[in-house]
């Protein structure tokens, strides 16, 4: 199964400074038909997960540009431009081309 | 609007059985494949079971393989999860989600606890 491993798992922020979150699989995740389904989740505080970006850097519906992604192969990272208050919660990767399907362990943001 | 609406879950002894439903919204329900995703209390998120649209493929994580069933009647755009010979490890709120080879909707939740 493919492992996907997350850092940092805790990430103080300073409001409106940018920030980053790596994530890595144990194998490629690029797909037979040349995509490669690599995704970001966002869960605040007591909610549902949202999906932020698909397939390494499509924005999902109503996420803000500050919000972006990237990488191929076995390497991924999340960006956020500023940080706003907003953003304080748990963000995931997960990987959608092999299964069964598999989420990183989760890097806390929260605001310093 | 996609809406996916969870019933079910609650408190259940070890080794008894719950049945978990969600009932969609906002989308041609047939054409998509579901998927139900937990997590455990302060933990992070856990894939659980797969099914196809038509219901002729299914995948489980291997922890509930033979104890799980995931199921749906695209006639009432609903996905179900049957539980059966629950343990405490299964504890976690439950989400249902649309999956296109990752959950791009998520059910609000529900909370299953497996406690004697």
């Known amino acids: 199964d493919v492992v996907m491993t997350q850092s940092p798992l805790s990430l103080p922020v300073t409001l409106g400074q940018p920030a980053s979150i790596s994530c890595r699989s144990s194998?490629?995740?690029?797909?037979?038909?040349?995509?490669?389904?690599l995704s970001w989740f966002q869960q605040r505080p007591g909610q549902s997960p949202r999906r932020l970006i698909y397939?390494?850097?499509n924005r999902g519906s109503g996420v803000p540009d500050r919000f972006s992604g990237s990488g191929s192969g076995t390497d991924f990272t999340l960006k956020i431009s500023r940080v706003e208050a907003e953003d304080v919660g748990v963000y995931y990767c997960?990987?959608?081309?092999?299964?069964?399907?598999?989420f990183g362990q989760g890097t806390k943001v929260e605001i310093k | 609007e996609v809406q996916l609406v969870q019933s079910g879950g609650g408190l259940v002894q070890p080794g008894g059985s719950l049945r978990l439903s969600c009932a969609a919204s906002?989308?041609?329900?047939?054409?998509?494949?579901m998927t139900w995703v937990r997590q455990a209390p302060g933990k992070g998120l856990e894939w659980v079971a797969s099914?196809?649209?038509?219901?002729?493929?299914?995948y489980y994580v291997d922890s509930v393989k033979g104890r799980f069933t995931i199921s749906r009647d695209n006639a009432k755009n609903s996905l179900y999860l049957q539980m059966d010979s629950l343990r405490a490890e299964d504890t976690a709120v439950y989400h249902c989600?649309?999956?296109?080879?990752?959950?791009?909707?998520w059910g609000q939740g529900t909370l299953v606890t497996v406690s004697s």
């Open positions: 989600a649309r999956f296109v080879r990752e959950p791009d909707y």
């Open positions: 906002g989308f041609t329900f047939s054409n998509y494949w």
């Open positions: 099914i196809k649209q038509d219901g002729s493929e299914k």
């Open positions: 194998q490629s995740l690029v797909y037979s038909d040349g995509n490669t389904f």
């Open positions: 397939k390494v850097s």
């Open positions: 997960m990987q959608g081309t092999h299964w069964p399907p598999a």
